[in-house]
RNA sequence: GUGCCCGUAGCUCAAUUGGAUAGAGCAUCAGCCUUCUAAGCUGAGGGUUACUGGUUCGAGUCCAGUCGGGCAUGCCA
């Protein structure tokens, strides 16, 4: 429908002797008193043309015609926008594929015959997810149903890391644990993990080993024990909030070699060699990122001989080029911050094409509790879990709550306060008005005589009424809304969009009788209803939210 | 110190990426159920968009500076 106006827009202007190389802005305004669509052309193009924009956009608007049944009024306002006022029909009209296109509703062909993988989540199995790695999985799993509504072949994927440091002062403390529950008395180091988690695997391992392990030295069986049993844990965690991957990448492949006899990582470091940008000293490998202009250079390897982070954080996204996907998308939390870049550099010294990289970055979650603000810290186990959560506001509530934010602000989380919410919640709002549809479609079609003639789509062009009107110009938008939502890996606007239908639902609702309408009238509304209910659930779905039939 | 993000109503956050009168939820106040789900609807109050300049037809949005908060600045990941 946008190309429709920017088409005849476009038209215009070459009949009005205007070339520009600009583009063609469309808005919908705010108030719609300014019309359904609007564009500031006129404005724009003043400058070139040497002409005030009043006058220019008075030249435009003459210039315009449109087929008769669209286009009810074309109108110039304010400093020269040119609204335009859609004939009640012609919206009506269009609505229909909204109903026949049923769940496909909305799917775009912005990313037809191409593939993306979608990085997140990505927590080495060290404890259970923590409330902020929560809002990352939501955005993740969010930004993948985008991104498959605008058609792509989406491949959901978990990078980890089972092997360093961290898993070893890990399979410690369960050690340490393990020794108290064979009565020594240990002195725990505040070095270790410190969670209550820690204790329970100590305990399994107990139950099924007595005090077997007490002598030996051997920490495989404790490393074993805790990976399987925090992995099974992250897993099932995720799985409440619907959040599955579809592969799971371990960071140990690329210390091994691969089919050229060459670890990965091994042949990062000679491409980079080749190309200039590596140097040794102090005993260890360097990226010279000094050279592109950045204070220090970063360690690839270390002294000891270890590769650090980077190194196969960079070989695994040659990976992702390899694999051939068209567009690859990571979600990272803030204190990532520092290291892609670092990568994207590497990447473009090796010749690969850096704009099919997409980063959204969330910012962290700070919880309140008790109006104080709660540093978190998995290490020192007084992380608030993101179990617990769900356990207290539902998995539904939990996911709106991560994503109704922009992932660029910070998300201050009360957990009291959410707990409270669980009446009040705002995605019951939104589910509310599904569930509202959906009994009043069971009523339609329980009572003789309220059964939906299947032809009678075209009667809802009969409606005039501005609640009616501008529900069903709004469920138009539910396309546009997709491809926003992609276009700048933003999921609350998809929130706000639905906010807004449901809102327009329940004033319809209040203001238009439904079945006790004449006959005409009455099928026109529950088919506005049906194609509200197709976009509310076609909504949820990328929302990753349950689409209720009754509350 | 430097880099990135943020500062909007009492609180938590939006704002079509530069558009017209800055909007929602919660909280407060006043109305609406013998009528399709009141988890709803209608209305009211609440704002110098941290501050100071600049850019232009037009700035919460862009630029510079100041103040305040978060993250990073490890041979941790």
């Known amino acids: 429908m946008r190309e429709y106006f920017i088409e005849h827009i476009r038209t215009a202007l070459k009949t009005a002797g205007i070339t520009t190389e600009k583009d063609i802005q469309l808005e919908k305004p705010a108030d719609n008193k300014f019309g359904d669509f609007s564009t500031n052309i006129a404005l724009v193009l003043s400058k070139e043309c040497r002409k005030n924009p009043r006058q220019l956009s008075q030249e435009i608007a003459e210039k315009l015609s449109f087929e008769p049944g669209t286009v009810r009024k074309t109108e110039i306002a304010g400093p020269g926008f040119i609204n335009f006022y859609l004939e009640p029909a012609f919206i009506m009209q269009l609505l229909e594929q909204a109903i026949t296109e049923g769940d496909g509703f909305g799917q775009s062909l912005v990313g037809q015959d191409k593939t993306a993988i979608v990085e997140y989540v990505s927590a080495n199995p060290t ?77 399994k391992l107990f139950e099924k080993q007595g005090n077997a392990l007490l002598k030996s030295d051997d920490l495989a069986p404790f490393k074993q024990t805790a990976e399987t049993y925090i992995f099974t844990h992250i897993k099932s965690t995720l799985h409440r909030l619907d959040i599955t991957h579809d592969s799971y990448f ?52 270390k002294s000891s001989g270890e590769p650090s982070y980077r190194l196969p954080d960079i070989a695994y996204h040659i990976t992702k080029f390899k694999r051939g996907f068209s567009e690859i998308v990571n979600i990272f939390g803030a204190d990532h911050i520092d290291e892609y870049p670092d990568i994207i550099e590497a990447l473009k010294i090796l010749g690969y094409d850096t704009d099919r990289i997409r980063v959204a970055i969330n910012q962290f979650v700070t919880t309140t509790v008790n109006g104080e603000t709660v540093k978190m810290s998995t290490r020192k186990g007084n992380a608030d879990l993101l179990d617990d959560l769900i356990d207290d506001v539902g998995p539904d509530a939990t996911r709106l709550f991560f994503i109704m934010r922009s992932k660029d602000s910070h998300l201050n989380f ?72 992609g276009r700048f890996l933003e999921p609350q606007k998809m929130v706000e969009y639905l906010h807004g239908v449901a809102e327009l639902y329940h004033r319809f609702y209040q203001e238009c009788p439904i079945l006790k309408a004449e006959p005409d009238i009455r099928t026109a509304r529950i088919f506005l209803s049906v194609a509200t209910r197709q976009v509310l659930r076609n909504g949820f779905r990328i929302l990753g939210i349950s689409a209720p039939e009754s509350m």
């Open 127 to 203: 404890g259970p997810l923590t409330i902020g790695r929560g809002r990352g999985g939501v955005l993740g799993d969010c930004i993948a149903n985008i991104l498959e509504a605008q058609g792509y072949t989406v491949t959901r994927e978990y990078y980890f890391n089972d092997a360093g440091r961290q898993m070893t002062i890990l399979a410690e403390s369960v050690r340490f644990r393990y020794l108290e529950l064979c009565g020594e008395v240990i002195d725990f180091p505040e070095t270790h993990y410190q969670g209550g988690y820690i204790k329970v695997i100590a305990e």
């Open 250 to 301: 371990n960071e140990h492949k690329l210390y091994l070699p691969d089919e050229s006899e060459q670890s990965p990582n091994r042949q990062v470091i000679d491409l980079l060699r080749e190309k200039g940008y590596i140097d040794e000293y102090d005993g260890a490998t360097w990226f010279t990122t000094s050279k592109l202009g950045q204070e220090k250079d970063k360690v690839l390897v």
């Open 414 to 485: 009360d957990v009291e306060l959410a707990k409270k919410q669980s009446k009040d919640n705002p995605v019951f709002y939104l589910q509310y008005a599904h569930a509202r549809i959906c009994s009043l479609l069971r009523m339609a079609d329980q009572e003789a005589g309220f059964i939906l003639p299947t032809e009678g789509m075209h009667l809802m062009r009969k409606m005039t009424s501005d609640h009616e009107i501008r529900l069903g110009f709004m469920l138009l938008e539910f396309p546009e809304v997709i491809d926003v939502c």
